[in-house]
C-alpha cells in the first residue's frame, strides 16, 4: 500500500517528468530544477551537483530560454503540475 508521502513523491516526479520534457530540458537542466525545488540556492546547487556558479548560471539561462521563466519560476510551475495539471 502506498502512502500519502510516496504518493506525493511519484506525482511530483511524474510532474517533474512531463515539465522536463515538454520544455525539453537536459539531464544537468533536470538537476538544477530538482535541487531548487528542494529549496537550495545557488551555491548549494553548484556545490551539490559539482559545477561552478558559471555553470549554474549557463543552465540557469538554458532554463529560461526554453521555459521563459527563471529557475525558481520553473519549479514553482512544476508544482502546480503535480497539483492541477499542465497548462494548457
Known sequence: VMGAEDAGESAMSAALQRFCSVYELT???????????????????????????HTY?????SIKK????S????????LRWCVAGPEV
Open 71 to 78: 529557475v525558481a519560476q520553473a519549479a514553482v510551475r512544476v
Open 27 to 53: 539531464e544537468g537542466e533536470v538537476r538544477l530544477l530538482e535541487c531548487a525545488m528542494a529549496g537550495m540556492g545557488r551555491p548549494q546547487i553548484a556545490k551539490a551537483l559539482g559545477i561552478s556558479l
Open 66 to 69: 526554453k521555459t521563459g521563466t
Open 57 to 61: 548560471q549557463k543552465h540557469a539561462t
